[in-house]
């Protein structure tokens, strides 16, 4: 069974860090596809990062040069740094992961495992 789990949200103030992290239960960071995805309040599900099979990662527009994400395969865990935090940035942070799809995309369909989320606030 794949469980993902994400922690480290948390508030803070416009311009500040957090470093997300996606813990799995099994060695799919070397094989499966992943990604993280957010979703603010009344708003669609979106792409913030996603990882390819050449290593590669895709990076949605808006948190370009301020997101970076990275993978510990020893340790099963995803990060997602976030940097230059804004107040658009608020919403529940997911990291997701598929055995043969997904990779490199930016859309939610593509993945079938999910983990809980974990809540971004930015405030002004």
């Known amino acids: 069974q794949v469980q993902l789990v994400e922690s480290g949200g948390g508030s803070v103030q416009a311009g500040g860090s957090l470093r997300l992290a996606c813990a799995g239960s099994?060695?799919?960071?070397?094989?499966?596809?992943m990604g993280w995805f957010r979703q603010g309040s009344g708003k669609e599900r979106e792409g913030v990062a996603a990882?390819?099979?050449?290593?590669?990662?895709t990076y949605a527009d808006s948190v370009k040069g301020r997101f970076t994400t990275s993978k510990d395969s020893d340790k099963n865990t995803l990060y997602l740094q976030m940097n230059s935090l804004k107040p658009e940035d608020t919403a529940m942070y997911y990291c997701a992961a598929d055995r043969f799809r997904g990779c490199g995309a930016l859309r939610d369909n593509f993945y079938y495992y999910w983990g809980q989320g974990t809540q971004v606030t930015v405030s002004s």
């Open positions: 099994s060695k799919m960071y070397t094989t499966y596809c």
């Open positions: 990882f390819g099979r050449d290593g590669s990662i």
